[in-house]
């Protein structure tokens, strides 16, 4: 499931210059940042591009800065079972290769993103989901997954027909907490007698909780069974696995960070996908960007919420954007999010 400031940092010398001095062996600190930045340099989490998820919403913003800079940008897809060695080894090569800002989508590149800014103190880094990395040159792109997904549940509750509801869980760290408690909340708050069926797919995301379409497809069945008919998930590529099996029982799944009814690879699902839970990954990349070419480079903690927009439930499905009986009760929902009415909990 981290946009707000947006600053840059100007360079000096040549991009050229910048990598002529790594081939000969200058120090990591001289090798880049203080030449024109080549692009937006951004390392994919597990699933990588394709994912239907964060993944692609960050090429989205990668793109936007492209056509609007005129530069190159590029993206570089992850290994299985890799270490953080190999993850720090991916970002030190970005930086060497002249890219500003160099972005590592998901919180697993917490330790390789603190070890290459310390390489490289003139590149300006950002992390996506985490903000536990204290640095001049990094930009933790965060967001309040729980809102978002305080809303899924309500809209959730108000379409189930059976009195339950299921949450899957991709796998089972904090992260994917906010999105359960959000969720949970939503629905206990509009109708308590709403029953949440909960599922995390794995332990650690090195098992598959996020890659894994096949896992994602049997929680849900098993959801489902239970009696659930309505299913939201927060579980990245295995996700598409809970949407077809939503899709098939003939029962409402609700997608996550990005408006999962537009995507064509689901689109043998859309007419299921009641609506999305999405957090504008997309918006956090290109803004960084923008701060590094204006010369002003954003860092620290940026936060995207309800109140910023940044966050939302997407309202591309016609049956979800004409049932007025949903939109009322998510509407008066985010009305009390956002002037702090509800305090919605970030820990089940």
């Not at 040159?137 to 997904?149: H, R, T």
């Not at 959000?182 to 996020?210: C, H, M, N, S, W």
């Not at 009814?261 to 999305?276: G, M």
Request: glycine residues 10%.
């Amino acid at each position: 499931m981290r946009r707000v400031s947006r600053i840059a940092v100007a360079g000096v010398a040549s991009a050229a210059l910048a990598l002529s001095v790594s081939a000969c062996g200058g120090t990591s600190s001289d090798a880049s940042g203080s030449g024109e930045s080549k692009g937006v340099g951004i390392a994919y989490d597990v699933g990588g591009k394709g994912d239907q998820s964060f993944n692609d919403a960050a090429t989205a913003g990668m793109e936007q800065a492209k056509k609007e800079f005129k530069y190159k940008g590029t993206a570089v897809e992850p290994k299985d079972g890799e270490s953080d060695a190999d993850k720090t080894q991916r970002l030190v090569s970005l930086a060497k290769q002249g890219y500003n800002p160099v972005i590592g989508v998901g919180y697993a590149y917490a330790p390789a993103v603190k070890e290459a800014s310390e390489k490289f103190p003139k590149v300006t880094f950002g992390i996506v989901d985490d903000a536990t990395i204290k640095a001049k040159n990094v930009a933790s792109l965060v967001f309040s997954e729980q809102e978002a997904s305080y809303l899924a549940g309500v809209a959730a509750a108000k379409a189930s027909k059976s009195k339950t509801v299921g949450f899957v869980g991709g796998v089972d760290v904090p992260l994917i907490h906010k999105f359960e408690a959000g969720f949970v909340q939503g629905v206990k708050d509009t109708d308590p007698k709403i029953k949440v069926e909960r599922q995390y797919l794995t332990e650690t995301a090195d098992e598959g909780g996020f890659t894994s379409p096949d896992k994602g497809k049997a929680a849900a069945e098993a959801q489902i069974e239970k009696g659930a008919d309505v299913v939201y998930h927060a579980a990245g590529l295995s996700g598409q696995g809970v949407i077809e099996a939503a899709a098939k029982a003939k029962k409402w799944a609700i997608g996550v960070d990005s408006d999962q009814y537009e995507q064509k690879p689901l689109a043998a699902y859309k007419e299921y996908i009641l609506t999305s839970a999405t957090k504008d990954v997309a918006k956090a990349v290109f803004n960084l960007a923008k701060s590094v070419q204006d010369g002003k480079p954003t860092t620290g903690v940026v936060r995207g919420d309800l109140k910023s927009g940044e966050v939302a439930l997407s309202d591309s499905n016609p049956k979800y954007a004409k049932d007025t009986a949903i939109q009322e009760a998510v509407k008066k929902a985010e009305e009390g999010i956002v002037n702090g009415d509800i305090k919605v909990k970030d820990k089940p």
